[in-house]
């Protein structure tokens, strides 16, 4: 019996296997020279400026200063000691759980509306609608709003039509909070609304024919087919928001400057009033990166969370 390693190859072979290795080291070149520029300009805009902020956390760090000594830790220890911190960290932990929560739920339902409708044309007009308020810029929106909350704004206009006492939107602890949260949903929903929308439309048709073959309800069609073939979707749009929400500050520096008594002090507010209103650098960088910390802890727990085996 003759040796297999005897048997010989098949014609070109050899070339073949040369050709694709060629092909391959072109492809990973390329990829390689158009990616090294992006990298370096993120390095450069993104993880240097978090490197130096690192560094300044560990120093009283003041541009208005001569010297900027090194204090280790101390900033860190200052951070749990201040009543301040603290309060912007409990207003911001707050502002995002039910800002995202009331986002999800009426992003969802919106889109959900608008996918029902037939017509591509009048889907396309409630896509646009909705999406119009987040075309405009953050700070502008948040000083119309702030006119409307106004002493003498629409919303109190409203009020004294229907005979019902003004209410200080903006100076009361108790409105406060609440007049940037309905100010930030009118602005944001529409990103969620499109990224809901392009999630429908992608769950194939023909489960929803066999669950209606079946005599399945719509509310049972939503709970055991929307549902979990939109938890992809679901779960992207809810990272983006909730990281969203935590940066929240245009909003809050325009509207209420953190008043009445720091109930609307979110902490990137805090920080910034730091930083440049305090002129203290180096406390301010170590709020920065215990935020930081904080979103990226919060962001690993909800990939960790939502995991879906779902494929369709």
Known sequence: MENSSSIP???????LRS???????????FAFVSLTPILLLFGLFAFAPIAWSLILSFYKFS???????????????????????????????????????????????????????RSRRLRSVFRTVFFLPAIAPLSGSAVVWGTMFSDQGLFNLVLSKLHIPAVHWLSDPNYALLSVIVMTLWADIGYNIVLFIAGLDSIPDMYYEAATLDGASRWHMFRHITLPLLSRSTLFVTVTTVVSYFQAFPQF????????????RVLALNIYDQAFGNSNMGYASAMAAVFLLIILLVTLLQLRWGRSQWEH
């Open 9 to 15: 190859s098949k014609p070109g072979g050899k070339a």
């Open 19 to 29: 050709s694709a290795a060629a092909q391959n080291r072109k492809e990973k070149r």
């Open 63 to 117: 541009p208005l200063a001569d010297q900027s000594p090194f204090v280790g830790l101390d900033n860190y220890v200052r951070l749990f000691h201040d009543a301040i911190f603290l309060k912007s960290l409990w207003v911001t932990f707050k502002f995002v759980a039910f800002t995202v929560v009331v986002n999800i739920v009426i992003t969802l339902l919106i889109a959900l509306g608008i996918h029902r409708v």
């Open 253 to 264: 520096q325009v509207m209420t400057k953190g008043e009445p008594f720091n109930e609307t």
